[in-house]
Nanobody
Framework: QVQLVESGGGLVQAGGSLRLSCAAS????????VAWYRQAPGKQRELVST??????TTYADSVKGRFTISKNNALITYLQMNSLKPEDTAVYYC?????????????WGQGTQVTVSS
């Protein structure tokens, strides 16, 4: 079992910055990848960024060059968000992928609200 808690969201003006945190607990040694997703009202949840245990990162085209995913220990994954735009407004969720044999299991946090005003 993996438990995830997001924090760091808030209200910022366009052009501002926020850093989100995703704290993991439980069977953290089984985690192979952590991803950040976001979901705006009335829209599907979309993938924002991923980081593997080996440190390989990916970014959605819409955030590349503005967002940075990182981690400084086995428990916390960060999403640094710079040059924020109103279209970045969404609930941001972290997801951990844990391998059990041939099966990948996904665990989700509760989400943290990011609101960017124009």
């Amino acid at each position: 079992q993996v438990q995830l808690v997001e924090s760091g969201g808030g209200l910022v003006q366009a052009g501002g910055s926020l850093r989100l945190s995703c704290a993991a607990s439980g069977s953290i040694d089984s985690i192979s990848k952590v991803a950040w997703y976001r979901q705006a009202p009335g829209k599907q949840r979309e993938l924002v960024s991923t980081i593997t245990r080996g440190g390989t990162t990916t970014y959605a085209d819409s955030v590349k060059g503005r967002f940075t995913i990182s981690k400084n220990n086995a428990l916390i994954t960060y999403l640094q968000m710079n040059s924020l735009k109103p279209e970045d407004t969404a609930v941001y969720y972290c997801k951990a992928v844990a391998r059990r044999g041939l099966v990948d299991l996904s665990y989700w946090g509760q989400g943290t609200q990011v609101t960017v005003s124009s």
